[in-house]
């Protein structure tokens, strides 16, 4: 049963519930958490786990095959020991990272913070955007852990590991994911999404291009010990195969703004970025395309960093647990999500779950800081 959390900007119960039952019967509607289709996905120019590297700490930034998405609320003994049952969650997330080919990292909800403590400021439980319908059972949480790796066996194993060392905490929710035909051309790493999309062309190809979008600055107004951390959104967000596939493959790039293979509508090369301002009635690029909207500027793209995972959990719930990474939530996904409200993909996709969370940076010297010692 789908918990509805928070309705659209201007959208009364009925419109809302209507919507719930629409997707509940096969056919999903609504708009968000497209900006997932944009995935792109360079990588570092070591493997994440080279402690050499500024982006070290961040293990989501490389690209993997297959994911494990754990959201996890503290108990309520373990609550009241604030920074010991975080610790403890920490060390087993390293044990698990130190396993053969297996990324993990541990990011933190807004609700694993005591009073008083200091907490990153943008950090909130994730709101409710237009034309969501927000599953409480698969929202926000205390604590996020994500891992990534090749092979799924082994991201398992790594995964059970993690919740057996995890002691104290409970499962709130979780989701496996992949990157279908993951890939790497041209120094960017490239996977196809549910709708037969290619994705992976948007992203920066260099470590410091990717470090300027997704870590925390000293100057933001930020906890000092937050500086060089990252705000992770994760949206899981439905998709409606059947319903699209109805659609001729002319109109489906029309509704992305793209060619399947990611070549733009407007001829521009695959490597290069359109200038959308000389298609001013969007005759080539629709004015409603997903591309369009979420950076209508391509020159000058928005500061975060995409990086998501198909899922596919049967009976025709398949869709993206989407991902991103950046210094400032306002500037990054927000800004983004808001001029996607009314793209013609609006249909096609619905955002179910999902919540914000922050990405320490390296060590644990944090989490004294945070919680006090």
Known sequence: M???????EGEGPMAVESRRRIFLSGAAIAVA??????????????????????LAHLRGIVPAAHSRTIALDLTERERLQGGGAVRRLQQ???AADNRASVDT??????????????????????PSFAGDVLDATQSHGDCLVQLTGPDADAVRDAAERVEKLAAGWRLRWQLDGFRAENRVENGKGLALNPF?????????GTERELADRALVRSGQGEPAWAIGGSYQVVRIVRFATELWDKDSVPEQERVIGRRRDGRWLDGTPTKEEPNFAADPQGRLTPLDSHVRLAAPDRRNPPPLIRRSYSY???NGDKGLVFSCFQRDLAQGFEA????????????????TGGGYFFVPPAGDAWIDAAFGS
Do not use: C
């Open 196 to 204: 037969h999309f290619t994705e992976g062309f948007g992203n920066p």
């Open 312 to 314: 596919d959990r049967g």
């Open 336 to 351: 983004v999500q808001k001029r996607l409200e009314g793209e013609a993909m609006a249909k096609y996709v619905l955002t």
């Open 92 to 94: 087993a997330v390293v």
């Open 33 to 54: 958490g497209g900006a997932g289709l944009m995935v792109s996905n360079a990588m570092p120019s070591q493997r994440a786990s080279d402690g050499q590297q500024p």
């Open 2 to 8: 789908i918990e509805v959390l928070g309705q659209g």
């Open 105 to 126: 990292w541990l990011a933190l909800g807004s609700t694993v913070f005591p009073k008083g403590a200091q907490q990153p400021r943008g950090l909130r439980e994730m």
